[in-house]
């Protein structure tokens, strides 16, 4: 089987930039694009020297349409505003779309989701694995334990990181409210200053830390009366991603149009973004 084309946006971001040195350490897949905002003074820069690495022959381009009609899938760890755009260009060019963008809103989702009706799409607030099955035992404990438990999600980042509660802390939220049964919108904290009032019932409480070059800390805290439970995931290398948006890459070709989650990608049963 040939190798799978595969396009970078955001690509002088730092995961971009980490992507780039991904795909030229892996098996099967190869650059074929690496796209750039117009105003980014990479555009025309060699992807590989961009990353430190020996030219590739692959140029930064602003242009999506022109560097999508050479690829099989793009991977996405861009803007919100970004991603909404071209989630409907690699759908008209039938381009696998797999997204790690995290600070998306309700609409964005709306408008991933379209897309998705005819594309491929692969999204997540985290493409490890260790997260991945973290989230499914947040999912499995939350059933077993029911709304009597309070549940807290906490996490950090680095300093730079510019959306809160982050996707991943997000992705586990909505772990937690599925195996309660509810909608995390309707069974949310995410702001607690001054005279709050007693936690209320059944509530999924997030809190977010910001500071230093924290690559990812999350814990999600049960607290029943007179005892407690933690699940913990800390990732000390950006790499974990970027390796896990490849083999979601990877695990497109041939499926059919639609939304799918890590979860899917991995196996791990019924478990969604």
């Given at each position: 089987m040939s190798e799978m084309r595969l396009v970078v946006a955001g690509a002088a971001g730092r995961m971009g930039r980490m992507l780039i040195g991904a795909i030229g350490d892996s098996l099967g897949v190869t650059?074929?694009?690496?796209?750039?905002?117009?105003?980014?003074?990479?555009?025309?820069?060699?992807?590989g020297v961009l990353v430190g690495r020996p030219a590739n022959g692959v140029a930064v381009s602003a242009d999506p349409s022109a560097v999508l009609s050479?690829?099989?899938?793009?991977?996405?760890?861009?803007?919100?505003?970004?991603?909404?755009?071209?989630?409907?260009?690699?759908?008209?060019?039938?381009?696998?779309?797999?997204?790690?963008?995290?600070?998306?809103?309700?609409?964005?989702?709306?408008?991933?989701?379209?897309?998705a009706e005819r594309n491929v799409v692969v999204r997540s607030g985290n493409m490890s694995l260790?997260?991945?099955?973290?989230?499914?035992?947040?999912?499995?404990?939350?059933?077993?334990?029911?709304?009597?438990w309070d549940a807290e999600i906490v996490e950090m980042h680095h300093k730079m990181k510019v959306d809160a509660p982050s996707g991943t802390a997000l992705l586990l939220g909505e772990a937690a409210a599925r195996g309660r049964g509810v909608e995390l919108s309707e069974h949310s904290a995410r702001a607690r200053d001054g005279m709050t009032g007693p936690r209320r019932a059944g509530d999924i409480g997030f809190a977010s830390l910001r500071g230093g070059t924290v690559v990812?800390?999350?814990m999600v805290i049960f607290a029943g009366a007179g005892e407690r439970i933690e699940l913990a995931h800390r990732a000390e290398d950006r790499g974990i991603f970027a390796r896990g948006a490849i083999a979601a890459a990877l695990w497109t070709r041939g499926r059919a149009?639609?939304?799918?989650?890590?979860?899917?990608?991995l196996g791990l049963g019924d478990a969604r973004v």
């Open positions: 650059l074929s694009g690496a796209l750039e905002h117009p105003g980014s003074p990479h555009i025309g820069e060699d992807a050479q690829a099989d899938a793009l991977i996405d760890f861009s803007t919100p505003a970004a991603t909404i755009a071209l989630a409907a260009q690699a759908a008209e060019a039938r381009v696998a779309h797999v997204i790690g963008a995290t600070g998306l809103s309700r609409e964005d989702l709306a408008a991933i989701a379209a897309a260790g997260v991945n099955l973290l989230a499914a035992l947040v999912e499995r404990a939350a059933e077993a334990l029911g709304p009597a990812g800390d999350h149009a639609g939304l799918y989650s890590m979860a899917d990608v």
